[in-house]
């Protein structure tokens, strides 16, 4: 099997269904004659070509002036060859595992401590009134 021309192709670009959209239009801007469809089925399927042709065009013309406004390439700068970085000095041990809960007791007893600090003071008993 051929491969189809360039015309083929155009043909099969074109909707079917915009040549009969625009050609039904013609036709009834002509006054609706009798006997003249296949006149304004190609009629229409020469505009959408001549449309497409136009469109392909210009978008060529837009490519070629983008191409043209844009600035020449700059040459890339060569790398400077960075010295090598000195070692960092290494970080302090963590603590042992086993000290974080001997640590965790100490600020839970000074929590404990406060509270008991901010406790409201027992009241006097007052006389007549039965406590609970």
Same mark, same amino acid.
């Given at each position: ?61 837009? @490519?070629?002036? !983008?191409?043209? +406004?844009?600035? *020449? %390439? $700059?040459?890339? =700068?060569? /790398? #400077?060859?960075? &010295?090598?970085? @000195?070692?960092? !000095?290494?970080? +302090?041990?963590? *603590? %042992? $595992?086993?000290? =974080?809960? /001997? #640590?965790?007791? &100490?600020?839970?007893?000074?929590? !404990? ?5 901010? %406790?409201?003071?027992?009241?006097? /008993? ?7």
């Amino acid at each position: 099997m051929s491969e189809p021309s360039e015309s083929e192709k155009i043909e099969q670009m074109l909707s079917e269904e915009a040549i009969r959209d625009r050609a039904y239009h013609l036709w009834e801007a002509d006054g609706r004659p009798e006997g003249n469809g296949e006149v304004y089925w190609h009629r229409a399927q020469e505009e959408a070509k001549a449309q497409m042709v136009k469109s392909q065009a210009q978008g060529v013309a837009e @490519a070629q002036a !983008a191409a043209e +406004a844009e600035p *020449p %390439a $700059k040459p890339a =700068k060569a /790398a #400077k060859p960075k &010295a090598p970085k @000195a070692p960092k !000095a290494p970080k +302090a041990p963590k *603590p %042992a $595992k086993a000290d =974080k809960p /001997a #640590k965790l007791r &100490a600020k839970i007893d000074d929590v !404990a401590k406060s509270m008991k600090k901010a %406790a409201p003071k027992p009241r006097a /008993a007052v006389p007549g009134v039965k406590s609970k």
